[in-house]
């Protein structure tokens, strides 16, 4: 493959890797929101049953209470173990890192086009393909629509995107 095809198809890896870390920093930080808001009631249902449990409080109002409070506690920590939380957030985490180092891969493959082989070409697909199948969680739509249009014009898109037929968006 002469120079000037390998360094098209290198500047639409890199078009990819960066898309695909905005949906990763994206999710990230949703996921982020949705963990600490999880984990506000539950430190706070800790707080205030250990207060309750050391007052003087009737043992059988306490019962009520505790099984209440224990119960709320563990409805949170089943939805959010349930969602995966915890999970996303560090896939999405891990993969923003990956795709950030792919990108600057690309770049320095980039900035030494003289020296790009086909078998430097094939790696950085190859990388990029395994970060693509390294994510075992669907993107948000309302993030897909995000950054089609605010980068659908620009940016050659990841095939997450390219594929969904909700959105239309003029590849370059």
């Known amino acids: 493959m002469e120079t000037n095809n390998k360094l098209i198809t290198l500047k639409g890896y890199l078009d990819k890797s960066f898309i695909s870390a905005v949906l990763c920093q ?3 930080e949703f996921y982020t929101k949705i963990s600490y808001i999880a984990m ?9 049953l ?7 409080i009737d043992e059988s109002i306490m019962k009520y209470i505790n099984i209440s409070i224990n119960g ?11 969602y995966k939380v915890n999970d996303r957030l560090t896939t999405y985490k891990n993969l923003y890192t990956k795709y950030q180092k792919l990108s600057h891969k690309i770049e320095s493959s980039i900035n030494n086009s003289q020296d790009i082989t086909d078998k430097m070409l094939d ?3 190859n990388e990029y393909d395994n970060l693509q199948n390294d994510n075992d969680f669907q993107y948000l739509s309302s993030y897909k629509k995000k950054v089609i249009e ?4 620009s940016h050659k898109m990841p ?3 390219a594929l969904d037929g909700d959105f239309v968006y003029n590849n370059v």
């Open 50 to 56: 250990t207060v309750l449990n050391s007052s003087t």
């Open 123 to 125: 790696d950085i697909i």
């Open 150 to 153: 605010k980068y659908g014009k």
């Open 72 to 82: 709320l506690n563990t409805l949170i920590m089943a939805l959010t173990t349930n």
């Open 159 to 161: 095939n997450s995107l």
């Open 40 to 48: 506000f009631p539950l430190i706070i249902g800790s707080s205030v």
């Open 26 to 28: 994206y999710h990230l």
